[in-house]
């Protein structure tokens, strides 16, 4: 069974940084992608950042410029480093993981989420 071990949300001010971490554990072939999501109280889930084996990286458009994901694909770690955090980067962040358990399957996992609360 894969699971993922998030870390590094709290407390910051407007302006401030934070640095997310997840780790992936278990039994996994091959990593396809890693990314972040995150969900606002009474908004939908939506994607953060996300990069894939071959280090692609997509961003969603309100967080270009502010923040950098980053994979040690030898440890299953993905990184979030969020710079200029706004109030309303404000929410609950999720690790996402894609990966291949066997050859020539693909499954998906999703971490507990860390809080991440931006004050003005």
């Known amino acids: 069974q894969v699971q993922l071990v998030e870390s590094g949300g709290g407390l910051v001010q407007a302006g401030g940084s934070l640095r997310l971490s997840c780790a992936a554990s278990?039994?996994?072939?091959?990593?396809?992608?890693m990314g972040w999501f995150r969900q606002a109280p009474g908004n939908e889930r939506e994607l953060v950042a996300h990069i894939t084996s071959g280090g692609v990286t997509n961003y969603a458009d309100s967080v270009k410029g502010r923040f950098t994901i980053s994979r040690d694909n030898a440890m299953n770690t993905v990184y979030l480093q969020m710079s200029s955090l706004k109030p309303e980067d404000t929410a609950v962040y999720f690790c996402?993981?894609?990966?291949?358990?066997?050859?020539?399957?693909?499954?998906?996992?999703w971490g507990q989420g860390t809080l991440v609360t931006v004050s003005s």
């Open positions: 278990g039994s996994i072939f091959s990593v396809n992608a």
């Open positions: 996402n993981l894609l990966y291949s358990p066997t050859f020539n399957t693909n499954l998906e996992v």
